[in-house]
């Protein structure tokens, strides 16, 4: 549990000059495109006002004000957003591949530490678990601020209505499902994100055991773990009315994700303890 | 310690921001505004068993609301379970909780049946495998022994336009389905009325009956619904009327002077049969609210003196009751949410925030007796803080229920 | 120090002859400490081991004495040094006689040869 | 001692290790010879379980490694096993923190001794100080046996004297040592145990002081027996 521990605040350190750059990257395009968006919003609208010469009222009428969700559907703010799932979805190859990489192979150093090789797996699957939830705690940060700005911007009239952080949230698809309304479908998202990310361990261990065959089995078991976990999509979807109560159907999904999640830590278990290759 | 400074930064402050995030929601249920019900007029026992149902707005969001006596229930604060299992009829979660078996895949209220012996079920689900695309999906369920029947049926003739179950019955053993389905005709859309009538002993069909021709449904047939909550229980006949000017080719408004017609389906007897409405309610009908209960018919008028309604009964072909209730609301657009139950009519007058912007006008509840049309309950929907922003925000109540 | 091993003889061996070779020629005095195993190992460059059983051997043959807690010392028998001395000298007096008796040299001749090279070599080192 | 039982490891097809068998006893120094080929360097990795073996066993102390044995055995690949960016100073840190056995006071003794400063990134290490910081982090936890491959390919000859220095000084104490090389003359004297590797198996097993004694050879001599014929 100790070594489990210091495990992930190793890899936490190792990663957080990138992680701190994606904040950084998240924080300025944000803020940035709140500024620009705002002023560009409502140049357009003194000069649509200008043009059909439109009294402030009239152009409201036609056109109607100006929310944050207008900001919150432009790349300015979703693009950080995109780019931070991007690069902790490709880090989740690296946090291993780093290890093996060069000639440096600290792959050595990690395996040889006196402590059960799986804390390395479950220490790198914190960290991303980590990450993740820290971006999100710092997009839920940042928002109302971007919010107080945007709304300082617009003029008065302008805004539409005041949204707050909730609101905005299930304004945007995206936002809507990295955020999710209720904590109970947050903890369905990210246990199905977890899911999968030890599924990709497992895979990539696969592919640091056996190599070359390695890579078959590793998408080989990544396509069983979807097929297996979706199974039940397509069984029921021959049926326009379901046999189960969507609490089965639940229950189905749940018993088949924590299936998919231990069988990917026990042969991700077998795999570091006694197949992996330095 | 030191070094792990940033790691007990990252965990600390995300645990709590999220926390704090879901904790405040799940307290404050996303800010939305508290509702009570004010009493007007009468003893606030009357509305015990009352729900309102609508949804509030909040910045472009809505949410399902549930207003009863003593607390404002959001989509939002029900628990996980609830949200999955969805908001079904309250019925049909009551059946559900007896019979789980039987009532697996079935979820249409009007597809039910039941009776003191058995509960019947009859649904049109749409195949893909087959090529007649549409199947009777049937089970009933002998209350006694708890045996199960289920079967699928073809369903005869072209169905791929799809059709929808209207009524459910089980006279002498056999199932009654009344569907309307869905043709094209010369290319243009056009529906019948059918009673398939089957033998559950044996899984067969036994007749296939077009009660309503495309030319009637042209005619501006249609059938008249029960009350709310009723469909399950077993009756006779199904009652259509007859409104000429309820659709018209052109889709103005046609000023027929051909009367409203009231027909009778009676399973029994296999036939439509005319029922004669006295003059006065034939006026009446052609712009009421009809709602049917077992061999009762209320229509229900709204005028500048208020709220009519009278009581048909259609076995006998006489008005057993007609009051005039001092309900009125000149802004409550087109039908309103209404109840008939323990001789009681419970009405709401719904507020509409697109139309009743300015005016703010609350949304109003009324109990009445039926049978002599004194008013035992007047209220108003009011937000309970009333400082708050979400005053005027859009907020509808579309329906009530009463337990 | 600085001594070079052959390969094909034990190394123990061998430094059991370089002590002698240091007690004949008087670097080492009787009575006099010599380093630890640990020391000699790390100064010969050679395994520890084989510097214990060199030791050891010495202490069969009695060159050193050992007490408990204390560095070994050299002995301080001097029939054991003088044999020593002895041993050595015979031994390569010995080894001499066999490459220089097939070249059938005269005993004048060869002490002859000998003293010169002998006392050039001295006046070299001296030098 | 580390027992090594009929180790088998394949490649693909091909056999890297056939049956090979030897032990390393505690306070000695084995030295594994193979002139060429990967067999060398696959037997330590299997005694540390960083590559799966197909058939035999290997036991450290009665032991198969498991988390336990990592604080008695240490190996030094001949590769840079701390991260880069590292310095030495928080290479040193990281051992410590995991390993229960680090001795900070014999890192900071074999810091002095190879005239090396806490401050340096791994990354600008020059080949033989790289090796020196392997050795280091292998010797400052108080381990029984050390594994070492191939310790002195590539480096320059003060670094090899500084290591060779180690080899006989109190730092070895009483581990086992097991050496792998295939150039055998800086340290001939130094060994205790040789096992010479070919195509996979165990050709010849000796002790060298006994091999100088009984027959008079040098371990050359006997790899030039063994190897050429």
Redesign the interface.
């Known amino acids: 549990m100790k070594s489990y521990i210091k495990l992930v605040n190793f890899e936490i350190n190792r990663f957080i000059k990138i992680y701190l750059t994606l904040l950084i990257i998240t924080l300025l395009s944000q803020f940035i495109g709140v500024i620009v968006i705002a002023k560009s919003k409502m140049d357009q609208a003194h000069e649509v006002m200008g043009e059909q010469n439109l009294s402030e009222q009239a152009y409201l009428h036609d056109y109607g004000g100006f929310t944050f969700a207008h900001f919150a559907s432009t790349l300015w703010f979703v693009g950080p957003i995109a780019l931070c799932i991007i690069a902790l979805l490709f880090y989740c190859l690296m946090i291993w591949y780093r290890d093996w990489f060069g000639k440096n192979t600290f792959a050595y150093r990690l395996l040889m530490l006196p402590t059960a090789r799986i804390s390395l797996y479950f220490s790198k699957a914190s960290a991303i678990l980590l990450f993740i939830i820290g971006l999100l705690a710092f997009q839920l940060i940042i928002l109302p601020l971007e919010n107080t700005l945007f709304e300082s911007l617009i003029q008065d009239n302008f805004l539409q209505t005041s949204m707050d952080v909730s609101s905005i949230l299930q304004s945007n698809v995206m936002l809507g499902i990295i955020l999710p309304p209720y904590f109970s479908d947050f903890l369905i998202s990210y246990g199905i994100g977890m899911m999968f990310v030890f599924v990709l361990f497992t895979s990539i261990l696969f592919e640091r055991s056996f190599r070359l065959k390695g890579i078959v089995f590793g998408i080989l078991y990544i396509i069983a773990a979807v097929l297996l976990y979706l199974s039940p999509l397509f069984i029921l979807s021959n049926e326009t009315y379901s046999v189960l109560y969507s609490e089965e159907i639940f229950a189905i999904f749940l018993v088949l994700g924590i299936l998919i999640t231990a069988a990917s830590i026990v042969i991700g278990n077998w795999l570091i303890s006694k197949r992996v290759l330095v | 310690m030191k070094r792990y400074i940033t790691s007990i930064i990252l965990v600390c402050m995300s645990i709590v921001i999220i926390g704090t995030y879901y904790g405040k929601k799940m307290v404050s249920a996303n800010d939305f505004p508290n509702y009570s019900i004010k009493t007007l007029e009468g003893h606030e026992s009357e509305i015990k068993n009352v729900r309102l149902k609508g949804t509030v707005e909040k910045d472009d969001i809505s949410s399902n609301v549930t207003i009863t006596s003593n607390e404002t229930i959001y989509q939002s604060q029900q628990s996980f379970m609830d949200r999955l299992t969805g908001n079904n009829e309250p019925k049909i979660a009551e059946l559900k909780k007896k019979h789980r078996s039987f009532m697996r895949g079935k979820q249409n209220i009007y597809s039910f049946y039941q009776d003191e012996d058995f509960i019947a079920y009859a649904e049109a689900v749409y195949k893909f495998e087959s090529a007649n695309k549409f199947m009777f999906n049937i089970g009933l369920l002998d209350l006694a022994s708890n045996k199960e029947i289920s079967f699928e049926h073809a369903i005869p003739g072209e169905t791929s336009n799809g059709l929808h179950v209207l009524d459910v019955q089980l006279i002498h053993s056999k199932l009654k389905v009344v569907t309307k389905n869905y043709l094209y005709i010369n290319d243009e859309e056009q529906s019948e009325v059918h009673l398939y009538t089957f033998d559950l002993a044996n899984q067969k069909l036994l007749n296939d009956e077009v009660i309503i021709t495309p030319e009637q449904m042209k005619m501006g047939y249609d059938v008249i619904d029960t009350m709310e909550n009723t469909p399950l229980q077993p009756r006779k006949s199904i009652v259509f009327i007859k409104r000429s000017d309820a659709s018209s080719q052109s889709g103005a408004l046609v000023n027929n002077t051909e009367k409203p017609v009231i027909f009778e389906y009676v399973y029994e007897k296999n036939q439509l049969e005319t029922i004669q409405l006295p003059e006065t309610l034939a006026n009446r009908v052609v712009t009421s609210q009809n709602y049917l209960f077992g061999d009762k018919l209320y229509i229900i008028n709204q005028d500048a003196k208020g709220m009519h309604v009278t009581t048909f009964d259609i076995r006998n072909q006489a008005i057993t009751n007609d009051e005039t209730f001092l309900i009125h609301n000149s802004d409550w657009a087109g039908a309103f949410p209404l109840v008939i139950k323990n001789d009681r009519v419970y009405v709401l007058g719904t507020s509409d925030f697109e139309i009743n912007k300015t005016a703010n006008l609350r949304p109003q509840l009324f109990i009445a007796e039926l049978n002599t049309g004194k008013i035992l309950y007047k209220g108003e929907v009011i937000p309970k803080n009333p400082d708050q922003k979400y005053n005027t925000k859009p907020f509808v109540l579309h329906s009530l229920e009463i337990k | 120090m600085n001594v070079t091993?052959?390969?094909?003889?034990?190394?123990?061996?061998q430094v059991v002859r370089y002590f002698k070779e240091q007690i004949a020629n008087g670097n080492l005095m009787a009575g006099q400490e010599i380093p630890s195993r640990?020391e000699l190992?790390?100064m010969?460059?050679?395994?520890?081991?084989?510097a214990q059983?060199a030791y050891k051997e010495m202490e069969e043959q009695g060159l050193i004495t050992t007490e408990r807690n204390y560095p070994s010392k050299i002995t301080t028998n001097e029939n054991i040094l003088h044999g020593v001395r002895e041993e050595l000298i015979v031994a390569a007096v010995d080894s001499f006689m066999q490459s220089i008796r097939p070249l059938n040299i005269s005993i004048d001749e060869l002490l002859h040869i000998v003293q010169e090279k002998y006392s050039q070599e001295s006046s070299k080192e001296v030098l | 001692m580390i027992e090594v039982n009929q180790l088998t490891k394949k490649f693909g097809r091909k056999k890297v290790l056939d049956g090979v068998s030897f032990t390393a006893n505690k306070g000695e120094i084995t030295c594994l010879i193979g002139i060429n080929g990967v067999g060398k360097t696959t037997t330590l990795k299997a005694i540390m379980g960083l590559t799966p073996i197909n058939k035999g066993s290997i036991l450290i102390d009665g032991e198969t490694i498991n988390k336990n044995t990592y604080e008695k055995v240490a190996f030094i690949p001949d590769a840079i096993t701390m991260l880069p960016q590292m310095t030495i100073k928080q290479a040193m840190q990281f051992m410590q923190d995991f390993y229960k056995k680090w001795n900070q006071e014999r890192a900071t003794e074999l810091l002095t001794f190879f005239k090396l400063d806490e401050k340096t990134r791994i990354s600008e290490l020059s080949k033989g100080n790289t090796a020196k910081i392997n050795l280091l982090m292998g010797l400052a936890i108080d381990v029984d046996y050390i594994l070492m491959d191939e310790p002195f390919s590539g480096i320059d000859i003060f670094s090899r004297e500084q290591i060779t220095e180690v080899f006989t000084s109190h730092l070895i104490e009483d581990r086992g040592v097991i050496i792998t090389t295939h150039e055998i003359n800086d340290i001939e004297h130094l060994i205790d145990k040789v096992i010479l590797l070919d195509n996979g198996i165990v050709l010849k097993e000796f002790n060298t002081e006994q091999m100088r004694q009984e027959e008079g050879k040098s371990v050359v001599d006997v790899m030039r027996e063994v190897y050429i014929g």
């Not at chain 3, 091993?5 to 061996?13: A, E, H, K, L």
């Not at chain 3, 010969?44 to 084989?50: E, G, H, S, V």
């Open positions: 091993f052959n390969n094909r003889d034990p190394v123990y061996i640990r190992a790390a010969l460059k050679i395994n520890p081991n084989t059983k």
